[in-house]
DNA sequence: CCAAAAGTGTTGGGACTACACCCATGA
DNA sequence: TCATGGGTGTAGTCCCAACACTTTTGG
């Protein structure tokens, strides 16, 4: 045991950046809270805090959202590690930074321990940010962009039941691009991962458009072994 | 500061998996160290250590791949941070993983500090290996697969001077499959970074093959703009 | 009956696959 | 001159981009 005490140790964190869709507003959103302790007190951050000894690093991480944001049940995956010397005033603290996608209508914001409120706020229009955290926030928008384009993790972003439209949306918000209209179908459907419901769209003033959910069993099987997923 | 001071720290160190291939033996290799303090004193382990105060992570990772293998001047990437409660004897110590790509024949293997000695191991011949290092070395691997695809990082594994052979060899003996011949050269000579040299292979008992380097400039370039690099 | 979005068919071209073949060299 | 790998040509296939069109619905 002697051992570990020659060195210093640094204090850590888990941050997490949780992305959701308005698809009113056609954007890509993060949820910031205000921060209701010092350093930064009162500045917009990313949800996060120390991790506890006894407790993994994602266990840390989702504790830390539904802590602070009172987001819960999402699909979380580990970021980057940040640790330069100086992104803290409190001194050395090296952070974990996780990303989270979720369904915005299915999760109820909700601040509460070192966050006075928590607020969706789109990518592009962001306040200034306490921290490395606008740093940390644009790894996760590169990794986003990215992974969106060979791994099936937009789903993820999408209500229970959706159309093939709002699944297009997501893609033409995240790349920032049009995609044609017939070619994402075919591709999509090409993939085989959709459970076609017996419901339509409703309180549309036009043609409704048909629901689908996504078939876990073959959703996971794509998953697994090694898809190729480009649109 | 009395913030923080609420909190116990872990210890934070670095683990780097360096990859490099063996032409002769066409298997790929990483370098394992030999232990010469405790815990797991005399086992076999990713070469790493503890983060000093002041370090920025990667640097941390740079110096201790110097001190332990010898090895400088590298390609390095963050892999993932480990953490899990349980993952180190000496209590709560969670590691940052990187991994390296280098071509053996320009680095020379010294062990110092730390290490006993430092050995190139086959990935599918190695040592029962200490701490969570196996988990560690997979995660590297699979990395390595996936990134290769899309990335031209396979670059990193060559000698300066290279045959397209080489190059194809890399791919073949990484992804675990045969390429075919024609194929691989029209791809690789479509993506336009390679610089043909004057110079032919040495010392072969057939027809030499063209040597190749590559063109930093419009490698950096493809790097940069998001390429599409599937084999 | 019309606006607005849902949903479909088709074609040309480019890229990838799968071959069979010729070339240069040392022994 | 032959064994060995280096290096090339090309036809068929499949996938994808780029269009223009029909269908359904609420107001």
């Given at each position: 045991m002697s051992f570990t005490y020659e060195f210093e140790r640094p204090g850590l964190t888990v941050d997490g950046?949780?992305?959701?869709?308005?698809?009113?507003?056609e954007t890509l959103k993060v949820v910031l809270v205000e921060r209701d302790v010092e350093p930064f007190e009162g500045m917009w951050a990313l949800p996060g805090g120390f991790v506890r000894n006894g407790e993994s690093l994602e266990d840390a991480a989702l504790r830390e959202l539904r802590e602070e944001t009172g987001i819960k049940d999402?699909?979380?995956?580990?970021?980057y590690t940040f640790g330069k010397p100086n992104r803290d005033p409190r001194g050395w603290v090296v952070s974990?930074?996780?990303y989270a996608l979720v369904a915005p209508d299915q999760h109820h914001l909700l601040a509460t321990t070192d966050a006075r409120r928590?607020?969706?706020?789109?990518?592009?229009?962001?306040?200034?940010?306490?921290?490395?955290?606008?740093e940390v926030l644009q790894t996760a928008l590169?990794?986003?962009?990215?992974?969106?384009?060979?791994?099936?993790?937009?789903?993820?972003l999408l209500p229970d039941k959706f159309s093939i439209r709002q699944l297009q949306t997501l893609y033409e918000?995240?790349?920032g691009q049009k995609l044609d209209n017939r070619n994402f179908r075919k591709k999509i459907f090409s993939l085989d991962v959709?459970?076609?419901?017996?419901?339509?769209?409703?309180?549309?003033?036009?043609?409704?458009?048909?629901?689908?959910?996504?078939?876990?069993r073959k959703y996971k099987q794509l998953t697994r072994q090694?898809?190729?997923?480009?649109?």
């Open positions: 950046v949780i992305f959701g869709l308005d698809f009113e507003e999402v699909f979380l995956e580990q970021l974990v930074a996780y928590a607020e969706w706020f789109p990518v592009n229009k962001l306040p200034k940010l306490a921290f490395d955290h606008a590169q990794r986003l962009r990215g992974k969106l384009t060979y791994a099936p993790i937009g789903f993820e918000i995240v790349l959709l459970k076609e419901l017996n419901e339509i769209q409703t309180g549309v003033a036009h043609r409704a458009a048909r629901l689908y959910k996504f078939d876990e090694g898809l190729t997923f480009e649109i």
